[in-house]
């Protein structure tokens, strides 16, 4: 008999959604306000992107996983006060020492790096490249301190470190563009400065609660279950940019591709606000007993799965109407390919719920054997169909990727865990869904039909799966309140 508490999973759920939701949403808010004939265009925005790609990569370093470390090491000294200090203190300073070791490492070899690109602006890249750096090392920062807020239940401090992220974060970046220069660089040094003022205040913060320590030790521990993560980390990254490096070369398509991604960067965040309230509760029950606490841990990633699942469908036709409505340039392109992108994260979500067992029992190792399989079947496909699709040849590639992710990840959790999914909500279903709207892109395509028609198709097959695989769950639910 399944003891969760409903009401009190989905309030945390709400709350942690809303707020992850925040950063996300102010950045497309302001985006009609950068873009424009005499702002920003796809090409800006292409450029915005590899900056990203920079700082993304800079914060897999520093981070060295460290979020997932928090998440499992938490519950060894959450009851010794004086060990959680130790390990929230040495987190942090090793992220300081990372980041700086990086920095120095980027000024040896910035020559080196600018030539990876075509794109004259982005060759010179000690213009832009440590601004992006510095924004990665802030951010690895700020999500330790959300993780370990989150872990403690502590829901003020989330919303305070978010809200702050987010607000500042923003308010710098359009300073940056309307004071400084309206280009990928104003908006880059704005992202640098308003989120090292939040890190600062983050690290001030934790080190005035937990004192200034680097247990070796214990970091030595946490490095050892951080390491594969890690590996996985860095795999992960070139699975995420590996597509958008090599369509560098088409400025402006790579422009519309990065304004799709960057709404779907969006739904990853909520998605990761969900996650993030589902993954303590699902560790808690994993520690007092798998084989106890099965349908609660069945229970939770139906429910997990059916909130992304949910999440997508209402979200895909508000943000083409958004963008069809407010963009001036090419980048209202994205448009047609906000349904398929979108759909990429219910793979991702059926990858993180098989992923929980693996992460528990720290058999961290398989992640890097399963993405480097993974990588390398994505890189090959970027290289055979970018040239020629173009947009559609990265959907395609990343789809493919992420679905043998899924697989992968679900074959080795049942060889390690007794846990028996529901398959039907969690990996049938979805994955015929994901099926029937890559087929409704297919027949837009053939048949030039207007993009809103087979994304509305795709909305309503979303739903009405989820009507009829969770009919009892909901009028249950309905009956309770």
């Not at 890690?230 to 699975?239: C, E, I």
């Not at 709404?263 to 007993?289: D, N, S, V, W």
């Not at 190792?365 to 496909?381: D, E, G, K």
Request: aromatic residues 14%; proline residues 2%.
């Amino acid at each position: 008999m399944s003891t969760v508490n409903i009401k009190e999973h989905l309030k945390l759920s709400l709350i942690y959604t809303a707020v992850a939701a925040v950063p996300p949403v102010l950045q497309v808010l302001i985006q009609p306000i950068i873009e424009g004939s005499n702002r920003l265009n796809a090409t800006d925005f292409a450029q915005i992107g590899m900056a990203e790609m920079v700082t993304s990569l800079a914060f897999t370093v520093s981070l060295f996983s460290m979020g997932n470390a928090l998440s499992r090491f938490f519950y060894d000294v959450n009851d010794d006060r004086k060990a959680y200090n130790s390990m929230v203190s040495s987190v942090f300073s090793s992220i300081i020492f990372r980041g700086f070791l990086l920095l120095i490492l980027a000024f040896v070899f910035r020559n080196h790096i600018g030539n990876l690109f075509s794109q004259e602006n982005l060759r010179n890249f000690s213009v832009y490249g440590f601004a992006a750096i510095i924004t990665g090392i802030n951010r690895s920062i700020n999500i330790s301190a959300a993780t370990l807020y989150r872990n403690e239940k502590r829901v003020r401090a989330f919303i305070i470190v978010n809200l702050a992220t987010a607000i500042v974060r923003t308010a710098f970046q359009l300073i940056g563009l309307f004071y400084y220069e309206m280009s990928f660089l104003g908006y880059v040094y704005g992202s640098a400065v308003g989120s090292s003022i939040v890190a600062l205040g983050v690290l001030a913060y934790s080190y005035r609660t937990s004192g200034f320590r680097y247990d070796r030790v214990l970091l030595g521990s946490m490095n050892r279950f951080a390491w594969p993560l890690f590996q996985y980390g860095v795999l992960t990254w070139g699975l995420t940019f590996a597509d958008k490096y090599f369509m560098e070369r088409f400025p402006a398509d790579l422009g519309i591709y990065f304004t799709a991604v960057n709404f779907a960067l969006g739904m990853q965040i909520i998605m990761q606000g969900m996650q993030g309230a589902t993954q303590p509760e699902i560790f808690r029950y994993m520690k007092e007993g798998i084989a106890k606490r099965e349908d609660d841990i069945r229970s939770l990633s139906n429910m997990l799965m059916a909130q992304s699942q949910a999440i997508i469908a209402i979200a895909i036709l508000p943000v083409m109407l958004y963008l069809t409505l407010f963009y001036e340039t090419d980048v209202k392109l994205a448009s047609a390919f906000i349904a398929l992108i979108f759909i990429r994260y219910i793979p991702r979500t059926q990858y993180i719920i098989f992923s929980f067992v693996v992460y528990y029992q720290k058999k961290t190792q398989f992640f890097l054997y399963l993405n480097l399989v993974t990588l390398t079947v994505n890189i090959i496909l970027n290289l055979l169909l970018i040239p020629h699709f173009f947009i559609y040849g990265a959907v395609i590639s990343i789809m493919v990727s992420d679905i043998l992710q899924v697989l992968g990840a679900y074959f080795y959790s049942r060889k390690i865990s007794p846990i028996r999914w529901n398959l039907s909500k969690l990996l049938y279903s979805p994955l015929i869904c994901v099926t029937l709207v890559i087929i409704f892109e297919i027949i837009k395509e053939t048949f030039s039909l207007n993009i809103y028609i087979s994304a509305s198709a795709s909305v309503i097959v979303l739903i009405t799966s989820l009507l009829i695989l969770y009919r009892r769950d909901i009028s249950g639910f309905l009956k309770r309140i």
